[in-house]
């Protein structure tokens, strides 16, 4: 805003080198800018790393007026805020963590016309008061970061983001951006619906993170697992994330017993350790964080060099979200899994017995499928994640676990011709319990009021067990054969590569069964 010129143009790119000291833009960063200096909406869906902070910041020094950013977590606000300072931009942030006098403050120079950039929550951003406040001044924009938290979608649902659309009628004129590093379809739609931005231009870019390495294990014994998993990177940091406070400490415990520098960090614990923590964490080349994933929203450490999971996460977006923090600066950095049935019970039990309306329950537990379809498959991991956010991967990544050590398969040309059949002889209309129904020729209730009982395909999958069929099915879900339907109660659906299948022109490879989940399955304790 400071350099806005009633006369002449400002050039971003001027800006990029002046004020930032980058050379050039990246990616589509350039297109972003004109389009939102132009005055005009945007969507923008860049994977973590990929500089979405520029999109909004030199837009908002370009144009006439302060730039409204509205910022989910008050310590995300607070680093961004001073990172501006530092480059002598004249940011504040506006929010309950100030004194009344620094409040004051902030208002003041806001009202002087003294601020590029303002930051604000999204309680702030609906009220009344606050639109008062702005209601007479120059507005460059109003960028909403972190824009899938208005999506029940997204993995971090935040009710006060349904009221930003508010900001549509209020301040029309005043271009708008929202930004995510979310990718899935139905959050992309959400954006787009809840926050009124369907003139928006759509900016996406690839989700790809080639220097980030992929490893899902069994778990075994998960302690030693992570053990040789750190002992690959040496004077090098990174998370530990697990599930439970209780388990954030012993881990963290254990860890240093082992002589690994290791610190607990979960919203359990006293505010002060916990910032001293984070701190340390941030300055030090040699730390090993334990987590709950409280940790990590908005923090910017560059050289993240690795994140373990010792438990799995609820979805495929938290998964992307939590790995996405390695690697930012764009060295190789290796993100790590340990899962076992035990996380898939104990995940399903978190859903059941939580306390959403069903309508919610029903698409956590279709997330929580589409995360185990990436554990099962036996194809690269990495296509697999991009599957997931809807963009095509030619495989063969030759950085991923699976990639680098083929797993065992079978063919499953038959099984996968079955399958299909019996989804498209179906109508299309079935999740998967009913549809394996159909194949065992399960007689019940629901296959007989559909008349199932009656085609060629009911009992055509007797030769497989259930649980086989159940794994068949995740499994070509994560080849992208077939997609549910999550708007349709899970129905699932061909996709147009099915049809090769049908034709004999393509094989279809399933993972085996590993050797533990059969020990797990036969009752045995590991
Ligand atoms: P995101 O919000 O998309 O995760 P950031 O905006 O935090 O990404 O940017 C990630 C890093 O890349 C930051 O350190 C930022 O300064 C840097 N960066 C952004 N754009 C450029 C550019 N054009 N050239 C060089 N570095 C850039
Ligand atoms: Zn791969």
């Not at 999109?55 to 370009?62: G, H, R, S, T, Y």
């Amino acid at each position: 805003a400071r350099l806005f010129e009633p006369q002449g143009i400002v050039n971003p790119l001027d800006i990029l080198k002046r004020i930032y000291g980058y050379s050039a833009f990246r990616g589509q960063q350039q297109a972003v800018i004109e389009q939102v200096v132009a005055g005009g909406d945007a969507v923008v869906l860049f994977p973590t790393g990929a500089g979405k902070s520029l999109c909004f910041q030199i837009p908002a020094l370009c144009r006439k007026g302060v730039g409204i950013v509205v910022s989910p977590l008050i310590a995300l606000m607070r680093d961004q805020v001073e990172a501006l300072k530092q480059l002598g931009i004249r940011a504040a942030g506006l929010n309950s963590s100030l004194t009344r006098d620094e409040a004051i403050a902030v208002r003041r120079a806001l009202a002087a016309d003294e601020l590029d950039l303002l930051y604000v929550t999204p309680e702030r951003a609906v009220t009344d008061g606050f639109a008062e406040m702005i209601g007479d001044m120059d507005i460059a924009l109003f960028a909403i970061d972190e824009a899938h938290c208005v999506s029940q979608w997204g993995h971090d649902f935040r009710p006060e983001y349904r009221g930003l659309d508010c900001l549509a009628s209020r301040f029309p004129g005043v271009p708008r951006i929202a930004l995510t590093a979310t990718a899935d379809h139905h959050t992309r739609d959400d954006i787009i619906e809840r926050l009124a931005l369907g003139g928006a231009r759509v900016f996406t870019s690839s989700f790809d993170r080639p220097n980030i390495a992929y490893e899902i294990v069994e778990r075994d014994q998960p302690r030693q697992q992570l053990l040789r998993f750190l002992s690959r990177f040496k004077d090098s940091s990174g998370i530990v994330y697990c599930l439970s406070r209780a388990k954030v400490e012993d881990t963290a415990e254990w860890l240093s017993e082992q002589g690994i520098r290791a610190l607990p960090y979960h919203a359990g614990m006293d505010r002060a350790l916990r910032d001293r923590h984070q701190d340390a964490f941030l300055k030090e080349e040699n730390l090993c964080l334990v987590a709950t994933v409280a940790f990590g929203m908005g923090i910017d450490k560059p050289d993240v060099r690795f994140v373990a999971h010792l438990d799995l996460p609820g979805s495929v977006e938290a998964y992307y979200q939590e790995t996405g923090r390695a690697g930012r600066d764009g060295l190789p950095s290796e993100v790590w899994m340990a899962y076992g049935m035990a996380d898939v019970i104990q995940r399903r039990r978190m859903i059941d017995e939580g306390g959403a309306p069903d309508e919610i329950k029903r698409i956590e537990r279709s997330k929580l499928n589409s995360l185990l379809a990436i554990c099962e498959t036996a194809g690269c991991r990495r296509q697999a994640i991009l599957a997931h956010f809807g963009e095509a991967h030619s495989g063969r990544c030759s950085h991923c676990d699976t990639c680098l050590k083929p797993v065992e398969t079978w063919d499953g040309t038959e099984a996968a011709i079955k399958a299909l059949a019996a989804v498209y002889r179906t109508g299309e209309r079935f999740g998967t319990g009913h549809v394996i129904d159909v194949l065992m020729g399960t007689v019940n209730e629901k296959t007989e009021r559909f008349g199932h009982v009656d085609m060629p395909v009911f009992g055509a999958g007797k030769d497989l067990p259930a649980r086989t069929w159940q794994s068949v099915f995740r499994q070509l879900l994560a080849t992208g054969l077939i997609t549910v339907d999550h708007a349709a109660f899970g129905a699932m659906k061909l996709e147009p590569e099915a049809r090769a299948v049908f034709k004999r022109e393509r094989q279809v490879f399933f993972r085996k069964d590993r050797p533990s989940s059969g020990k797990a399955a036969r009752g045995q304790k590991s």
